[in-house]
Nanobody
Framework: QVQLVESGGGSVQPGGSLTLSCTTS????????ISWSRQSPGKERQGLAA???????EYADSVRGRFTISQDNAKNTVYLRINSLQQEDSALYYC???????????????????WGKGTLVTIGS
């Protein structure tokens, strides 16, 4: 059974940084795409970044340069580093995954099959 578990959320002051983690388990495919997205109350979910099994990354234009997605294959973990946190970064952050039979280009809004429950990030005033 595929599972994705996010962690690393919390309350942070504006201007600070945070690294979110997404630990995956239960999959056997060699190829995958894992993305991060977020959702604030009353807003649609926003795709942020994606990384594939070859280490290729894609970012939403609105976060490129401030967000960094990376992975540690030995730990089956994908990270999202957020710098210069702003009030509008307050949201529930989700990671999601899709598994493939071959390397496939993916992006932050690619259709995902598996989702974590999210980790909450709150930017203090």
């Amino acid at each position: 059974q595929v599972q994705l578990v996010e962690s690393g959320g919390g309350s942070v002051q504006p201007g600070g940084s945070l690294t979110l983690s997404c630990t995956t388990s239960g999959y056997t495919h060699s190829y995958y795409c894992i993305s991060w997205s977020r959702q604030s109350p009353g807003k649609e979910r926003q795709g942020l970044a994606a990384i594939d099994s070859l280490g290729r990354t894609e970012y939403a234009d609105s976060v490129r340069g401030r967000f960094t997605i990376s992975q540690d294959n030995a730990k089956n973990t994908v990270y999202l580093r957020i710098n210069s946190l702003q009030q509008e970064d307050s949201a529930l952050y989700y990671c999601a995954a899709v598994f493939m039979d071959a390397p496939t280009y993916c992006h932050e809004n690619y259709g995902m099959d598996y989702w974590g429950k999210g980790t909450l990030v709150t930017i203090g005033s």
